[in-house]
């Protein structure tokens, strides 16, 4: 199975903030990574397909990079309702596999 | 509006059984591959199992193989996961996610998830 490995697994940060996640895979998988952002209590919403793709009636704050092994989703000017836990998630191969998550906190 | 309601879950001894439901609406059901996904209280998400849209393929993570069976009724525009032999480490919110397409390929992606509903396996 492929593993995806979320960095930070939490983090801190005030309204306006630019903030960056980094998720790595055990092996490549070209651009098929995504990203979902998770509220308590809530299923997850898609933000980001195929790596850099905005999903539709997503903030354009959002955006996602990278390609092979290694992306990363960056959200500028961070604002109230992005307080959340961020899943990226592998299409290459079965399994399907997510990363930890990523907690984002207010500072 | 795509919609997905996920019923079915609660508390099961282990060994027993549970058949989870999703009732979809909003879009054409029997064009789209549709999918399980689990999360265990406080964890992460864990794919579980896909189908395609015409029921052709079926999916399974090895954590599931042998115990559990997805299932489409595309005249009901609903999907089901029938789950054997539960183990206390099956005990999560279950989510259904509808898929890209009606294939389950690489490049795909979940969208929308449903509520989720919760099956908790004890004594």
């Known amino acids: 199975d492929i593993q995806m490995t979320q960095s930070p697994s939490s983090l801190s940060a005030s309204v306006g903030d630019r903030v960056t996640i980094t998720c790595r895979a055990s092996?490549?998988?070209?651009?098929?990574l995504n990203w979902y952002q998770q509220k308590p209590g809530k299923a997850p919403k898609l933000l980001i397909y195929?790596?850099?793709s905005l999903q539709s009636g997503v903030p354009s704050r959002f955006s996602g990079s990278g390609s092979g092994t290694d992306f990363t989703l960056s959200i500028s000017n961070l604002q109230p309702e992005d307080f959340a836990t961020y899943y990226c998630?592998?299409?290459?191969?079965?399994?399907?596999?997510f990363g930890g998550g990523t907690k984002v906190e207010i500072k | 509006e795509e919609q997905l309601l996920e019923s079915g879950g609660g508390l099961v001894q282990p060994g027993g059984s549970l058949r989870l439901s999703c009732a979809a609406s909003g879009f054409t059901f029997s064009s789209y591959a549709m999918n399980w996904v689990r999360q265990s209280p406080g964890k992460g998400l864990e794919w579980v199992s896909a189908?395609?849209?015409?029921?052709?393929?079926?999916y399974y993570a090895d954590s599931v193989k042998g115990r559990s069976t997805i299932s489409r009724d595309n005249s009901k525009n609903t999907l089901y996961l029938q789950m054997n032999s539960l183990r206390v480490e099956d005990t999560a919110v279950y989510y259904c996610?509808?898929?890209?397409?009606?294939?389950?390929?690489?490049?795909?992606?979940?969208?929308?998830w449903g509520q989720g509903t919760l099956v908790t396996v004890s004594s």
């Open positions: 189908i395609s849209g015409r029921a052709a393929g079926t």
């Open positions: 998630q592998q299409s290459d191969t079965a399994p399907r596999t």
């Open positions: 195929d790596a850099s």
């Open positions: 996610a509808k898929d890209r397409g009606s294939s389950w390929t690489p490049g795909n992606w979940f969208d929308p």
């Open positions: 092996q490549s998988i070209y651009s098929y």
